[in-house]
Antibody, heavy 118, light 107 residues
Framework: QVQLQESGPGLVKPSQTLSLTCTVS??????????WSWIRQPAGKGLEWIGR???????NYNPSLKSRVTISVDTSKNQFSLKLSSVTAADTAVYYC??????????WGQGTLVTVSS | DIQLTQSPSFLSASVGDRVTITCRAS??????LAWYQQKPGKAPKLLIY???TLQSGVPSRFSGSGSGTEFTLTISSLQPEDFATYYC?????????FGPGTKVDIK
């Protein structure tokens, strides 16, 4: 059973860079034809896709966030990571990592709340 | 960019009711649509993919149908654990998009 776990600071100052890591267990991140993705959800609001990465390093990003987002993968650690630069209060949200199977998300992490505040 | 809308945005129902949620795409997306259930404080859970294929372990009271631009999620007999928010989702050339959600509440 694949499991995903997000980790990283819960508080980030405005204008700084948000950094999160997703650790995959129960299987190799490199096995199968899967992308790995980040999704976020502001409190009381809907889901917003941030981007995805293949284990080859190939990435796709949400056009609305593309200029500030970098997703990377470390297959040796079975992890992938998110960096979001120049954050503002609007980036405060629960951030989820998820596995992409074909075109849908079949496994999700539990989510981690990141608050942007000074 | 393809947009998804859901109706209703809020639904009040009783245990045992048949519930139908509609998701509409601004352009045809064939059957490339998924449905998720999200409970407060929890990650979304995949219910249905390819518009009508039930994810393993999901109760058979959930069903999906549709293709092109109009899709439905049906719960045949609402159970207490089904009170949650439901989202549809699709993938297009710009990336993944989710519908705005439908909250199913207890009447």
């Amino acid at each position: 059973q694949v499991q995903l776990q997000e980790s990283g600071p819960g508080l980030v100052k405005p204008s700084q860079t948000l950094s999160l890591t997703c650790t995959v267990s129960g299987g190799s991140i490199s096995s199968g034809s899967y992308y790995w993705s980040w999704i976020r959800q502001p409190a009381g609001k809907g889901l917003e896709w941030i981007g995805r990465i293949y284990t080859s390093g190939s990435t796709n990003y949400n056009p609305s966030l593309k200029s500030r987002v970098t997703i990377s993968v470390d297959t040796s650690k079975n992890q992938f990571s998110l960096k979001l630069s120049s954050v503002t209060a609007a980036d405060t949200a629960v951030y989820y990592c998820a596995r992409v199977s074909w075109y849908y998300f079949d496994y999700w992490g539990q989510g981690t709340l990141v608050t942007v505040s000074s | 960019d393809i947009q998804l809308t859901q109706s209703p945005s809020f639904l009040s129902a009783s245990v045992g009711d048949r519930v139908t949620i509609t998701c509409r795409a601004s352009q045809g997306i064939s059957s490339y649509l998924a449905w998720y259930q999200q409970k407060p404080g929890k990650a979304p859970k995949l219910l249905i993919y390819a518009a009508s294929t039930l994810q393993s372990g999901v109760p058979s009271r959930f069903s999906g149908s549709g293709s092109g631009t109009e899709f439905t999620l049906t719960i045949s007999s609402l159970q207490p654990e089904d009170f949650a928010t439901y989202y549809c989702q699709q993938l297009n050339s710009y990336g993944f998009t989710f519908g705005p959600g439908t909250k199913v509440d207890i009447k």
